[in-house]
């Protein structure tokens, strides 16, 4: 019987969590895209635009996003912004809600263009 109240009680908890909330941005102009030898395959990528909101972890405002540049889809996702900021056209992208890459910048899930 314990463990039936037990196991209740974490999965109201988990339920009643707040989710993470996503740094969303539509029709953004790509500014600035940076990557350095000190933070290894990690893209940095920056708008024009504030973000209406920011996950929690999201606390280094030099850039909207970072992404990793290791699958084949990061690096379709980084032609994509590199073709828009040579461009100059605005792209939507779309923020994971997490900081999974570098502690302190949300991490960019998608792109769309």
């Not at 707040?18 to 990528?45: E, H, W």
Request: overall charge neutral; hydrophobic content about 45%.
């Amino acid at each position: 019987m314990h463990h039936k109240f037990f196991a209740l009680a974490i999965l109201m908890f988990l339920c009643s969590a707040v989710p993470a909330q996503a740094g969303d941005l539509a029709d953004a102009n790509v500014v600035r895209i940076g990557s350095t030898k000190t933070y290894g395959d990690i893209l940095f990528i920056k708008t024009d635009k504030a973000k209406t909101s920011l996950p929690g972890c999201h606390t280094n405002l030099s850039w909207d996003y970072v992404m990793p540049l290791v699958t084949e889809q990061d690096k379709k996702l980084y032609a994509m912004l590199l073709a828009a900021r040579a461009a100059q056209t605005p792209v939507s992208l779309g923020g994971a809600g997490t900081c999974d890459h570098f502690g302190s910048i949300e991490s960019l899930i998608g792109v769309t263009w």
